[in-house]
């Protein structure tokens, strides 16, 4: 006779779960940069465009700050399909990036990988948000050291075949 199976305690963190929109993406990444300002963080953003991404208000780029810079080697590396509205939609975030490029480098996909770049943002080896319908926002959660690391193989398979974009400093006479 097969056993019941108990459902997980009120105590226990659950290890995934649903992400109900864009603004439930937006409020969970601000969590979650949040929680990264008590400790080192290192940091992978990826998105066709960040458009719709809140990486220019204050305090998600404060959260960042603090999280990348609490510790020598942490770092943010962000992935787009396209770069061309960071600096439209973001000057907050790109201003306090061109401080620091040093720990921040963005990333522009191959043009064959452009449709495969997803909205994620990801933790490595504590949580990642990502999303799976962009139009509506719909996407999961987890904190599965197997699902981050089959995610942080994802981002690393595009990034391998990416170039280096958005330079710091405009250089001109």
């Known amino acids: 006779m097969e056993q019941p199976q108990a459902s997980p305690s009120p105590d226990v963190?659950?290890?995934?779960?649903?992400?109900?929109?864009?603004?439930?993406?937006?409020?969970?990444?601000?969590?979650?940069?949040?929680?990264?300002?008590?400790?080192?963080?290192?940091w992978r953003l990826c998105d066709a465009d960040f458009a719709r991404w809140p990486l220019g208000e204050r305090g998600v780029v404060e959260a960042l700050a603090q999280s990348v810079l609490a510790h020598p080697k942490g770092?943010?590396?962000?992935?787009a399909a396209r770069l061309d509205e960071l600096?439209?939609?973001?000057?907050?975030?790109?201003a306090w990036r061109r401080d620091w490029t040093h720990r921040v480098?963005?990333?522009?996909?191959?043009?064959?990988?452009?449709?495969?770049?997803?909205?994620m943002l990801l933790w490595p080896g504590r949580v990642g948000l990502r999303l799976l319908n962009e139009v509506t926002g719909a996407g999961v959660w987890s904190t599965e050291p197997a699902t981050l690391q089959n995610w942080q193989a994802d981002f690393?398979?595009?990034?391998?075949?990416?170039?280096?974009?958005?330079?710091?400093?405009?250089l001109g006479l």
């Not at 659950?14 to 300002?37: E, N, S, Y």
């Not at 770092?75 to 992935?79: G, I, N, W």
């Not at 600096?87 to 790109?94: F, T, V």
Request: hydrophobic share 35%.
């Open 87 to 94: 600096p439209r939609r973001h000057p907050r975030w790109l």
């Open 156 to 170: 690393d398979a595009i990034l391998q075949r990416s170039t280096e974009g958005m330079p710091s400093t405009t």
């Open 105 to 119: 480098s963005c990333w522009q996909a191959a043009e064959e990988d452009a449709d495969q770049v997803r909205p």
């Open 75 to 79: 770092r943010l590396v962000l992935l």
């Open 13 to 42: 963190p659950h290890p995934r779960g649903r992400i109900d929109g864009w603004v439930d993406f937006a409020d969970r990444l601000r969590a979650t940069l949040a929680m990264g300002t008590t400790e080192p963080a290192d």
